[in-house]
């Protein structure tokens, strides 16, 4: 029987913990809209700007294979306050860009900045996902309620970090909105040093780096179909419809790409937001208190599949369509918030299953590795969103993610319900 004391003591801890990777979250999602839009307006092409967020993804998928590790060695405090650290970092250093590089300079700059903050961003995260599974209360439904709020608290307040960013450059302009946010993290780090309290295990020396890689098929095929669905996702997310949105937006005057940059930030956050509002209820779509355990795991595959109806009929849509066109547009918008909706229970599944599958001993070594897949899909699908834009327009684009998302649910399609496997819905 858990004590009051404990329970009180665990809360504590996820609070904290869920608070700081909130302030991270905000300033990750309004970095991204700031590069996004800022070097765009400066003459950047679709690969170009895909190139900008390669090393970022690229990052993510070292970091995470080895932060499960290093969490395990020094302590998933350890690992939270270095992600942040870097954030900070990362912030400061692309106040260093001149405008007098040239387009390859500012390129490669760029890249190496974002790498760095990849690296922050999954250290933070690897460190949150980890923590819920170890302070999670053990009645059942109690570990994926407490899932679904960290994930989708966090990627509502990402969808504020949009919203921000491209606030904050129409009228701070890049650098001062790069400082400001630079400054709250380093407040929000330095609060953390002082109210953290302890639940956190502290690393145990022993820890061998090649217990990264897992021995259980589960993981493995969970973390490839995670691979599929964020590549479904960052295919068109990443470049195609926001240059999209732009080009059908704006008039090509300042006042006119003020006024694109906050539409297309606030239709990004938005979209944001509703996927994490979704991933909060994720429990009570799905039932997942009253489900056995194998009907969730098949929902890992149904909800795929359902997911590959809405980019498959939105490709079709912009093949049939002669232009851009409101009509067209509006029908953007409204598949892709149902894309969202949709894909947010999948996601929501997937961050959940990941911690069912796993056992607390080796919590950091399975999520990381199941983040190193998600970064994977994220890489993928940011080169094929730039390149596919390019090459084919939005229709390619979005017939690509709707292959992606067929492939996620194969392989979702290989999990099994397992003696080993205790799913505590």
């Known amino acids: 029987m858990i004590s009051a004391d404990a329970r009180g003591q665990a809360l504590s801890a996820y609070v904290a913990v869920t608070a700081a990777y909130w302030a991270f979250m905000l300033t990750d999602g309004a970095l991204r809209m700031l590069v996004l839009l800022h070097f765009h307006t400066l003459g950047f092409s679709p690969v170009q700007l895909a190139y900008l967020f390669v090393l970022y993804e690229i990052a993510g998928m070292v970091t995470n294979l080895a932060a499960g590790w290093v969490a395990a060695r020094f302590g998933l405090t350890s690992t939270l306050y270095v992600g942040l650290g870097l954030q900070i970092v990362a912030l400061i250093a692309l106040t260093q860009l001149d405008p007098s590089w040239t387009m390859a300079a500012s390129v490669v700059f760029v890249m190496a900045v974002q790498g760095l903050s990849g690296v922050a961003k999954d250290l933070a995260k690897m460190s949150s996902k980890s923590a819920v599974k170890l302070l999670a209360p053990g009645e059942k439904g109690g570990l994926f309620r407490w899932v679904a709020v960290l994930t989708g608290s966090k990627n509502a307040v990402k969808g504020v970090g949009f919203l921000l960013g491209a606030a904050m450059l129409g009228t701070l302009g890049f650098l001062w909105a790069v400082l400001v946010m630079a400054a709250v993290l380093a407040v929000i780090l330095v609060a953390l040093f002082f109210v953290m309290p302890p639940g956190l295990p502290k690393g145990r020396k022993g820890a061998k780096f090649s217990e990264v890689f897992s021995k259980s098929a589960n993981v493995n095929w969970l973390s490839a179909a995670r691979v599929f669905l964020f590549g479904a996702r960052d295919v068109w997310f990443v470049v195609g419809i926001p240059i999209y949105f732009y080009a059908v937006l704006s008039d090509g005057s300042e006042e006119g790409n003020r006024a694109a940059f906050f539409m297309i930030g606030t239709f990004m956050a938005l979209w944001i937001i509703l996927y994490g509002g979704v991933q909060a209820l994720a429990p009570r779509i799905l039932q997942a208190g009253k489900r056995p355990e194998g009907e969730l795991i098949r929902a890992a595959r149904d909800w795929a599949y359902l997911l590959f109806v809405v980019p498959l009929l939105l490709s079709i849509a912009v093949l049939l369509s002669p232009g851009p066109s409101d009509w067209l547009t509006i029908t953007l918008v409204i598949g892709l918030l149902v894309f969202g909706a949709i894909f947010a229970v999948n996601s929501s599944l997937h961050s959940y299953l990941i911690l ?3 056992k607390a001993e080796r919590v950091t070594m399975d999520v990381g590795f199941y983040y190193m897949a998600n970064a994977a899909g994220r ?17 390619l684009t979005l017939g690509t993610a709707a292959v992606m998302v067929a492939l996620s649910a194969l392989t979702a399609g290989r999990l099994q319900e397992t003696e080993e496997t205790v799913i505590k819905a």
């Open 356 to 358: 069912a599958f796993t």
């Open 379 to 395: 890489l993928a699908g940011t080169v094929l969103s730039g390149a596919t834009y390019q090459i084919g327009g939005l229709g």
